[in-house]
Structure formats: C-alpha cells, structure tokens
C-alpha cells in the first residue's frame, strides 16, 4: 500500500509530463473503482490543461485551467504510467514499455503537451482507489480531505501544535500518529520508523511526552524531527529509485525501501550500541514493530 512518500514520488514522475499539459480526453474503461466515477467527469475535464499536479495526505491533486481539481487516491495497488508516442511517421503508434496487466487499465489520460501526445494510464488491479472532483476553492470540504490534519512535511507541524492535540490523551503514541485528523498521510509503516528514530515505545501514552502545561517536552521535540526527517528520506529514497523505474518500464509503481524496524520481526535493532531484538505486537489490528530495548 503506498504511504505518502510513494504518492509524493509518484507526483513528481508525473509532473513533467502532464503539467502544462491538455487533456484531450479522459477515456473511462468501467464506471467505478472503489466509488463510482463522478458524474459528467469525463465532460468536467476534456479540452483543459493541467495547471499544477499536487498532493495533500496521500491523495494526488490535478489542478485544471477551469478551476476544477480530480483528487486521485492509489488505494491499495493502484499505479500511473506513461506512454509516449513514438516519434515516428505512423502518427499514433505509442510506445508500451510493458503490456501486462492492461485489463487492469482503468482511467487513461489521452494528453497533448508541448512535446508531443502522450498517455498517462490508472492501473489498479484491486481497485481500491478512487477519483473524485472538486473545485479548487472548496477542497478543504470535500469528504475525502475534510478536517486533515497538516502535512508531516510542512512548516505546520511543530512540537507546540502536536502537544495540544495530545495533552490528556491516554490513547497510544502510536494510534495518536496515526489519526489523520492529528496528522495527515502518515500510514503505519513510517509511524513505526519515526518512533524507533525518537526512541519513543508505540504502547506509551500520547500525553506522555506532554508537559502538565499542555507544551511538548524533549522527547516531543525529537519526535516531531524524526516524523519531518524519515518522510524525507523516503521521498529523497523514492526519487532516485523512480529514476531507475523509468528507464526500465515506465511504469511509476511502488519500489522497496530499507526499514530499521517496520517488517523486521526477531532481527537484530540498527541502533549502535543497542544489542536489542526487533518485537512486533498488534494494536488496534495492525502490526506493530518496534525495539523493546532502546524504545522507552
Ligand atoms: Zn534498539
């Protein structure tokens, strides 16, 4: 399942080709993924450009000339490629990079920039993604973005903004993090990561790391710089790797990254000096890794 760094990485192998770009048509193969397309969507979008292609939590933002914007959400096993056309004197001949899987080709974006025609494919075998769309100025109230909480990315996130929304929270550390409301696009794997960098144990109590004052104290600090600073590694991580994805297959998949702890059950923990074993323990039905020995 892609976490945000995976959409952050798929937005920037995207932006090249479609910012600036005009969709000339936006075929639909069936009429639903998870959702059901939206209405007229087809007919909300032909013969716009694509001013910006953005992202907020883990959903991708197409912003078009008419201020209309698709929200695009990966769900489980979605994934973009590009096909371009093959500069040749068959005008219409597009390179496929790869043909597996087309039955699973949902939403194709029939684009022309400045380069040239191209295509840029919604693959989904599992169909748990969706699109959906807004005007632009109304986003903060559609349902899917409605009430998120701020990017861990961004200048909004701070140990003083955090601290409020944990002070007097028994709920754990971990389960706190994950509430899209406290922040948005964090997912369980990079939750797990940031608490084994800030040597924080999941099960402890949100306000824990909460002064009586309602402010953030040391260990809260810590926290909030390794949530800033694994997210970047990993977007950091994941663009290098789409470098490598495109020259081989176009596609703008998911790619495996190292982790110090998330799927690393009984392995010795990465910490210097730490000696510990890597545990792994369910909480509200999801996997839990975490260093009994350096996670207080
Ligand atoms: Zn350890």
């Not at 991708?60 to 000339?65: A, E, P, R, S, V």
């Amino acid at each position: 399942m892609p976490e945000l760094p995976e959409v952050e990485t798929v937005r920037r192998g995207l932006a090249p080709t479609m910012e600036g770009a005009r969709i000339a048509r936006l075929e639909l193969r069936r009429k639903d993924l998870r959702f059901p397309f939206p209405d007229g969507l087809e007919a909300r979008v032909t013969g716009r450009s694509i001013v910006a292609l953005g992202r907020r939590a883990k959903y991708l933002l197409i912003d078009l000339d008419n201020g209309t914007t698709i929200i695009s959400h990966l769900g489980m096993s979605g994934s973009f490629r590009i096909e371009v056309e093959q500069l040749s004197d068959r005008p219409g001949e597009f390179h496929h990079p790869r043909s597996k899987d087309e039955k699973h080709d949902h939403a194709i974006f029939h684009l022309e920039g400045p380069k040239g025609a191209s295509r840029v494919i919604y693959n989904d075998p599992r169909r748990f993604g969706f699109m959906d769309v807004a005007q632009r100025c109304e986003l903060d109230l559609n349902p899917f973005l409605f009430g998120l909480g701020p990017e861990p990315t961004g200048n909004e996130l701070s140990a003083a903004y955090l601290a409020e929304r944990f002070a007097g929270k028994a709920q754990p550390l971990k389960s706190a993090l994950l509430d899209q409301k406290n922040i948005a696009g964090l997912g369980n794997i990079y939750v797990c990561e940031a608490l084994w960098r800030a040597h924080l144990r999941p099960t402890r109590a949100a306000a824990s790391i909460v002064t009586t004052s309602g402010k953030p104290n040391k260990q809260m600090e810590l926290l909030v710089a390794s949530i800033r600073d694994v997210i970047a590694d990993a977007i950091k991580a994941g663009g290098s790797s789409l470098r490598d994805h495109i020259k081989t297959d176009g596609s703008l998949g998911y790619f495996q990254h190292s982790f110090a702890v998330y799927d690393r059950e009984s392995l010795p923990c990465g910490n210097p000096g730490c000696g510990g074993t890597v545990a792994r323990i369910v909480q509200a039905g999801r996997s839990t890794f975490y260093c009994p020995a350096c996670q207080k």
